[in-house]
């Protein structure tokens, strides 16, 4: 069976076909949970965002332009409604929580470089959170999703100009953070 593209799926359900609506949910709902996962560094949160993300898309996809990338467009919904869940939050949230149990089996230096592997992951994910909200959506966007500067842009709605200024901001306020956190070239 052929794959059916994101512009038909769309068509598809704007004609009255829920099931094509399904298939994009199955296509996109790992990408979205794991945007709004590092966005709010919260898994109740991110699956609330997720969901919510999901149902706007469908009450709004008679606005989609399909000349744009479905995916973008989604994307955009998912950032923004991070974004919201943050300002509710509080412009910064930072995280309190351990580290987990998980722990790779093994002998002791492979358990031990999974704390250690596991605790630097926290770290850098705490780091994140210092972040302002639009600064983690370019560093989430770039290097947790692999977008281009043109789709981060079509995301953001922003230019690439100032994508690419944002992110050397976000990674400049991040690095810093790091450091001072102990994961970097002074610590």
Same mark, same amino acid.
Do not use: C
């Given at each position: 069976?052929i794959?059916?593209?994101?512009?038909e799926?769309?068509e598809?359900?704007?004609?009255?076909?829920r099931?094509?609506?399904?298939?994009?949910v199955?296509r996109?709902?790992?990408?979205?949970?794991?945007?709004a996962?590092?966005m709010?560094?919260? #898994? @109740?949160d991110? /699956?609330?965002? !997720?969901q919510?993300?999901? +149902?706007?898309?469908?009450?709004?996809?008679?606005?989609?332009?399909p000349?744009?990338?479905f995916?973008?467009?989604?994307?955009?919904i998912v950032?923004?409604?991070?974004l919201?869940m943050?300002k509710?939050?509080?412009r910064f949230?930072?995280?309190e929580?351990?580290?987990?149990?998980k722990?790779?089996?093994?002998g002791?230096?492979?358990? #031990? @470089?999974?704390? /250690?592997?596991? !605790?630097?992951?926290?770290r +850098?994910?705490?780091?994140?959170?210092?972040?302002?909200?639009e600064?983690?959506?370019?560093?989430?966007?770039?290097?947790?999703e692999?977008?281009?500067y043109a789709?981060?842009?079509?995301v953001?709605?922003?230019?690439?100009?100032?994508?690419?200024s944002?992110?050397?901001?976000?990674r400049?306020?991040l690095r810093?953070?790091?450091i001072?956190?102990?994961?970097?070239p002074h610590?």
């Open positions: 069976m794959e059916q593209g994101d512009g799926l769309v598809q359900t704007l004609q009255g076909r099931e094509a609506f399904g298939r994009l199955e996109y709902q790992k990408p979205v949970f794991n945007v996962l590092r709010l560094h919260d #898994e @109740a991110a /699956e609330d965002a !997720a919510t993300t999901f +149902i706007r898309a469908y009450q709004k996809l008679g606005t989609f332009d000349a744009q990338k995916f973008s467009w989604l994307y955009r950032v923004n409604e991070s919201n943050l509710r939050r509080g949230e930072r995280f929580g351990g580290t987990g149990d722990v790779a089996d093994g002791d230096q492979e358990r #031990e @470089a999974g704390v /250690e592997q596991e !605790a630097r992951e926290q +850098i994910q705490e780091g994140l959170m210092e972040l302002k909200a600064q983690r959506a370019v560093i989430v966007l770039k290097h947790f692999g977008l281009s789709e981060i842009g079509e953001l709605e922003i230019p690439e100009k100032k994508v690419k944002r992110l050397f901001a976000a400049t306020v810093n953070v790091l001072r956190k102990g994961i970097g610590g």
